[in-house]
């Protein structure tokens, strides 16, 4: 079935400092692949999404690009803020239908200023 | 312009007992999707929701496990005779009739969290 590996955290960095946090995916078909961002003691937020290989999505500085050779979707920043800190998950969704997105576990980004 | 809103945010159950978790969609949602957060994993799927209809429950266990969404109130999942392996975040999304394969127009909630003891 499909699965979404994303690296263990707490990443922990300084402010100002580049940011990567990796994703890969296992997936039949032509998943879309998201990153959703969960600051504490909020819901998920969408953060950035891509539907097809080699688009990009971005949103208030973070970047993803889908690359269907290496079935991942490494999300990117190039200047973290302490007010960065929070969760964030990787998911895909095989596009079948209505949205039942299949997650990674969550990487904790923690931004120190 | 309130989200999703679940209730209670935190809940503690004994091996036995029943949980019942709240979901309230944002406003003008129809559908409303449960996913579980147990410890060191992802979210996962457990059920798909309309107004007084089950689409999809593949992702919930078959015993002990019930989902509802009436005409009127919120969204409820129901787990009865609740265990330790039962503890987890409980997650709730919802989004606007209609919205199809719209993974994108998902909006989640804050979480419930269960602790049995």
């Known amino acids: 079935g499909d699965s979404v590996t994303q690296m263990e955290g707490p990443v922990t960095l300084s402010e100002e400092a580049f940011l990567t946090i990796n994703c890969t995916y296992t997936?039949?078909?032509?998943?879309?692949l998201f990153w959703y961002v969960q600051y504490p003691g909020e819901g998920l937020q969408l953060l950035l999404k891509a539907t097809k290989a080699d688009d990009k999505g971005s949103n208030k500085g973070f970047e993803a690009t889908y690359r269907k050779e290496t079935t991942s979707f490494h999300l990117e920043k190039g200047s973290v803020q302490v007010s960065d800190s929070a969760v964030y998950f990787c998911a895909l969704s095989d596009g079948s239908g209505y949205s039942t997105l299949t997650f990674g576990k969550g990487t904790m980004l923690l931004v120190s200023p | 312009n309130a989200g999703v809103m679940q209730n209670p945010r935190h809940l503690v159950r004994r091996r036995g007992q029943e949980a019942r978790l709240r979901c309230s969609p944002m406003?003008?949602?129809?559908?409303v999707y449960w996913y579980r957060q147990l410890p060191e994993e992802g979210l996962k799927f457990m059920v798909y929701?309309?107004?007084?209809?089950?689409?999809?429950e593949s992702g919930m266990p078959k015993e002990r496990f019930s989902a509802e969404f009436p005409k009127e109130g919120p969204s409820i999942l129901r787990i009865q005779q609740v265990v330790r392996g039962d503890s987890a975040a409980y997650f709730c999304a919802s989004s606007p009739a209609g919205s199809g394969s719209g993974a994108n127009v998902l909006t989640f909630g804050a979480g419930s969290r269960l602790t049995v003891l």
């Open positions: 406003k003008g949602h129809s559908h």
């Open positions: 929701l309309q107004k007084e209809n089950i689409i999809d």
């Open positions: 997936a039949t078909g032509y998943p879309s």
